[in-house]
């Protein structure tokens, strides 16, 4: 388990960067399958995020797929 302030501020950094393009979908989907186990609120959030990003979505419209991805992200970040 990691510190809850380390997720948070990466969670939105990756937010942020992936908000304005300038990162991938791909970079955001490995990020967030690689984060550990952390405590409420947050650690449920996690999982709800690993959950989303595990399968690729290659079928979904790019515009609904990137609103539903930040989402999560935030959720992240929000707790």
Do not use: C
């Amino acid at each position: 388990m990691k510190k809850v302030e380390d997720l948070t501020n990466s969670a939105k950094a990756v937010h942020d960067r992936y908000a304005a393009g300038r990162m991938e979908r791909e970079i955001v989907r490995q990020w967030v399958l690689g984060l550990s186990m952390y405590p409420e609120p947050h650690g449920k959030r996690v999982q709800e995020a690993s959950a989303w990003f595990k399968p690729l979505r290659d079928g979904m419209d790019p515009v609904e797929l990137k609103i539903a991805d930040l989402a999560r992200l935030e959720a992240i970040y929000r707790g």
